[in-house]
């Protein structure tokens, strides 16, 4: 069984052979058209049996289709002393006389070459079942290992500067200039220039702009991410993405101090709908853009009968989980340290300080609607007192904490300076519609499953305000790499520890699921 | 040839006219890969190989210690649900 071939081909490659043997792969073993396909159907069964299955090959020197299992083909090769025969299966060439699979250079080069052609007649119909996060958004194709086109390969003989990426290289980190109080555009500029999947999606080209203006926020952000990872270490200037904004957000416009949450939100709008250029407007629930398949979570809220017990739900998709914050005129009742939750996440209770658990317990817990808001139920048909609850049925692959820090009541406009501690690492498992329907149905001390890591959280970026309402600065942490932070103030980046990052005030916090799974 | 194996012919020749049988292979593929099965049975050649010696093992020696094993580790919910798209195929192309 050496690589090299056996010597009893020679015999074969004679006249023609090489077309004989294409033929033979296109027919019978990867039939990529629906006539050979039909044709195989009729007559790929045994000559001497009749049977489809046990293995069946064909001889290389005449036309004899055999069982290789009931040794039918063996027959055939010694009566016949045609030496040489193909599987229809796998297209691997047999020797008879060497009692095995032979691997004949010229003869592997044909088979491999008909096989790619075969795959690419059939490659549109095929919707690989094993489709990766970012091949859903194109046509289905089969999976082979990547090998450059000619274009391809133009381009890189055209562009030989290569880049070598080291865990301390800072590519990806570059500043940006402030335009004008635009510090809130930076911030969130750079905490999705930092979202892997993000980055990945850009970085690979995903985008198929079909608007025919110039005004594509996708493809603006494509760009972006082009500026920010071609190694420049100067400040970008974002004017055209700020232009952008002001175009399709007309309530961000203008040189005053925006909110950068509501930036967020405006952007990830924005780019969902110009992802198809409008053509999902007719379906906005099946959105498949990259948007919804990072951001989207859905948030489960159960509304529950006083009276009779019964409980209606509703699901609603969610961008981002806004908390409100102790010392908010909404009452925000402490809850003990300790509690089911904070310990799972580790968090650091410095003298009784809220923490991001609390919030998030804060919100999922069941609130009594009043005897003011009663809610008619389905089941009782009156209006009767109820209770509304809301857990997360469906988690989003990077879920972003909005801390309501900036109040706007009817009496008075502030900003709450309260510090929240967050941890570097969150199970949002006690939060899940499923946990709660666990805890209810008596199964009360929830033990960690340490092998269930669908729910657990990493954090990347922070989004920090300092001063007051009326005059304040935006400024982000980041992450880059496992470990490394870096603070981002418009132009300025320089490196932070952890114990920065953790210290801050935290306005918006940014977490990436840590382990992914095919869909 | 008996009714059964008849039977089974045609199934096989529809399933390849319409080329629905390239698809079943691309989805048991990508599944046995994904359950690990690909995984095993290459450790399970490598033994093998190791055993017979890597100048002398031949094709027929892999195929022979190698299916009975690869069969009983195909996990039943993979059965199943290609047993279903099958079906469901059959369903649709009634005209059999």
Known sequence: ??????????????????????????????????????????????????????????????????????????????????????????????????????????????????QRKAWKLQGTAFLASHLTFFVSTGIGEKYTTWEPTKRELELLRHNPKRRKITTNCTIGLRGLINLGNTCFMNCIVQALTHTPLLRDFFLSDRHKCEMQSNSCLVCEMSQLFQEFYSGHRSPHIPFRLLHLVWTHARHLAGYEQQDAHEFLIAALDVLHRHYDNGKKANNPNHCNCIIDQIFTGGLQSDVTCQVCHGVSTTIDPFWDISLDLPGSSTPFWPLSPGGDGSTVNGESHLSGSTTLTDCLRRFTRPEHLGSSAKIKCGGCHSYQESTKQLTMKKLPIVACFHLKRFEHSAKLRRKI????????????????????????????????????????????????????????????????????????DDAIITKASIKDVLDSEGYLLFYHKQFLEYE | MSKDSQMRAAINQKLIEMGERERLKEVLRAKLVECGWKDQLKAHCKDVIREKGLEHVTVEDLVTEVTPKGRALVPDSVKKELLQRIRAFLAQHATL
């Open chain 1, 1 to 114: 069984m050496s690589p090299a071939g056996c010597s009893h081909v020679n015999g074969y490659k004679v006249d023609n052979w090489k077309q004989n043997l294409r033929v033979i792969y296109q027919c019978f073993v990867w039939s990529g058209t629906a006539e050979t396909r039909r044709r195989k159907a009729k007559s790929c069964i045994c000559h001497m049996c009749g049977a489809h299955l046990n293995r069946l090959h064909s001889c290389l020197y005449c036309v004899f289709f055999g069982c290789f299992t009931k040794k039918h083909i063996h027959e055939h090769a010694k009566n016949k002393r045609h030496n040489l025969a193909i599987d229809l299966l796998y297209g691997g060439i047999y020797c008879f006389v060497c009692q095995d699979y032979i691997y004949d250079k010229d003869m592997e080069q044909i088979a491999k070459e008909e």
């Open chain 1, 417 to 488: 300076t309260t510090y929240v501690s967050f941890p570097l690492e969150l199970d949002m498992t006690p939060f899940m519609a499923s946990s709660k329907e666990s805890r209810m149905n008596g199964q009360y001390q929830q033990t960690v499953d340490v092998l269930n890591n669908d729910n657990k959280y990493s954090l990347f970026a922070v989004v920090n305000h300092q001063g007051t309402l009326e005059s304040g600065h935006y400024t982000s942490f980041i992450r880059q790499h496992k470990d490394q932070w870096f603070k981002c």
